[in-house]
Each structure stands twice: as structure tokens, then as C-alpha cells.
């Protein structure tokens, strides 16, 4: 099956390249955009209290609901990231970056990654909001 992308990269001439993200996507087409998501399982229990297990299956979580709108990871144009602890994030790039590849491919959107106090369910480590662009056939 192939899979339409809906987006252009925008990258402002004369700046570095953005290294596992976009600077801005620009789209066109029907929109689909994820509540906070979290890394707990269907059945909203938690296999994992690491920030990198969560990360991943919040991932996982992600590709699930595009799925209901028929869309994929390719559709992916923004992701706001909302963490409890920039050091175990830092501390965990590489580990990160394998899950990311492994759950998304190596399609890299818009990306913000926040440090918060807290977030509403009190073993989440990571919640991730996503926006996806299905073109028009």
C-alpha cells in the first residue's frame, strides 16, 4: 500500500537541519489530531514506570488512534512531548531515539518537548499530543 504524504518540510534557507524533528511542516488535507496521550496499555494499566517504556508505548497509542482515521505515522505533521524530568530524558536520548524508530519509522514532524511539575495521572513519566494530515485523494 502507499502511503500519501500530505506535507512539506519547511527549513529556512542558510539554517543547521533540525536533528530528529522538523522547524515546520506545512499540510493540506483532512486532520486528525490526538488528545494527551499516555503510556499506559488499552486497558489504561501500566507495564512500564520508566520514561522510556512509557515513551514507547505511548507511541504505540498514538499509531493506534491514527489507525481508526486510517492514517499512519507518515501523516504526522506535530507532536508536543510533556515530560516529568528533563534529566532522565537526557539520559535516555539514544534509548529514545531507537524507540521512536522502531514505533514511528524515521518520520520526524514539527516536535516540542515541555518539562512539566506534573501531569494528571500521577504514574505518567511522558504524554504526547500528535496532529496528523491525511491528504486529499
Known amino acids: 500500500m502507499t502511503v500519501l504524504t500530505p506535507h512539506t518540510f519547511l527549513q529556512p534557507d542558510g539554517w543547521a537541519p533540525a536533528k530528529g524533528y522538523a522547524n515546520g511542516m506545512m499540510a493540506e488535507g483532512k486532520m486528525v489530531f490526538t488528545g494527551g496521550l499516555v503510556g499506559w496499555n488499552?486497558?489504561?494499566?501500566?507495564?512500564?514506570?520508566?520514561?522510556?517504556g512509557q515513551f514507547r508505548q505511548t507511541l504505540k497509542n498514538i499509531v493506534a488512534v491514527l489507525s481508526e482515521a486510517g492514517a499512519s505515522p507518515e501523516h504526522l505533521v506535530r507532536m508536543t512531548w510533556?515530560?516529568?524530568?528533563?534529566?532522565?530524558?537526557?539520559?535516555?536520548?539514544?534509548?529514545?531515539?531507537?524507540?521512536?524508530?522502531?514505533?514511528?519509522?524515521r518520520h520526524f514532524p514539527a516536535m516540542?518537548?515541555?518539562?512539566?511539575?506534573?501531569?494528571?495521572?500521577?504514574?505518567a513519566r511522558i504524554e504526547i499530543e500528535a496532529t496528523a494530515v491525511i491528504p486529499h485523494e
Open 42 to 52: 488499552a486497558q489504561q494499566e501500566w507495564e512500564h514506570l520508566d520514561m522510556v
Open 82 to 105: 510533556y515530560i516529568t524530568d528533563k534529566k532522565e530524558y537526557n539520559e535516555n536520548l539514544r534509548p529514545f531515539g531507537a524507540a521512536y524508530r522502531e514505533v514511528l519509522g
Open 112 to 123: 516540542a518537548v515541555v518539562q512539566v511539575a506534573g501531569l494528571m495521572e500521577d504514574a
